[in-house]
Each structure stands twice: as structure tokens, then as C-alpha cells.
Nanobody, 127 residues
């Protein structure tokens, strides 16, 4: 059974940093791209960042480019989202997701291309 567990969320002041961790089990890590999405109240879930385990390619939403980084640890089946210079508009529940194996070479941005999801972790950025 596939399981994705997010951790590292919390409350931080604007300009601060947080490090989100996604621990994956029950899947072959290299067969999936891994993505981070976020969703705030009344909005649709949106793509934040992703990484292809096969070729180490990455993708970022324009709103976080230059502030967030994503990395993956093959041995530990862990994906890290490092979030710097946080803004109040980054406040949301952040979800980790594993793509369909079809997309293991190219990080997809659509939620429909992801087949496994974590429960999410809350990030709140105060002004």
C-alpha cells in the first residue's frame, strides 16, 4: 500500500523559512515524479513544485520560483520542499503527491496526473 506522509508545516512570519518533508513508502520511488501542491480555503489545489526522480528534472510554479527548492533522497524515499522568503499568500495546506509512472521523466503540473496523495500539512505565514 502506497503511503505519503508530509511533515514540517507550521506558523512562520513573513520572510521566514520552512522545510517540508514527504516520506514515501509502498512505491518504487524512481518510477514516479513527485510533486508538491497547495490549497487554501475556497481555492483549487495548485501545483507548487515537482521533481522527476528519473532525470532529476524540476519544475516550479512562477509564484514560488527563486524562493522554493525541491530535492529528493533516493535512499530514504523522501522529498524535501525548502521554502524561503515566505509570504502571507503562501498560506495553505501543502500536499505531497506521486505521479502516474507515465510521467516519471517529465514533472506534470495537473492534479489529474498524480495518483497518490498525502493528507497534507498546514503552512501559515503571518504578516
Amino acid at each position: 500500500q502506497v503511503r505519503l506522509v508530509e511533515s514540517g508545516g507550521g506558523l512562520v512570519q513573513a520572510g521566514g523559512s520552512l522545510r517540508l518533508c514527504c516520506a514515501a513508502s509502498g512505491l518504487t520511488f524512481s518510477e514516479h515524479s513527485m510533486g508538491w501542491f497547495r490549497q487554501s480555503l475556497g481555492t483549487e489545489r495548485e501545483f507548487v513544485a515537482g521533481i522527476s526522480k528519473t532525470n532529476s528534472g524540476t519544475a516550479f510554479a512562477n509564484s514560488v520560483k527563486g524562493r522554493f527548492t525541491i530535492s529528493a533522497d533516493n535512499a530514504g524515499n523522501t522529498v524535501i520542499l525548502q521554502m524561503n522568503r515566505l509570504k502571507p499568500e503562501d498560506t495553505a495546506v501543502y500536499f505531497c503527491a506521486a505521479s502516474s509512472p507515465t510521467y516519471k521523466y517529465v514533472v506534470p503540473r495537473a492534479t489529474t496526473n498524480y495518483v497518490h496523495w498525502g493528507q497534507g500539512t498546514q503552512v501559515t505565514v503571518s504578516s
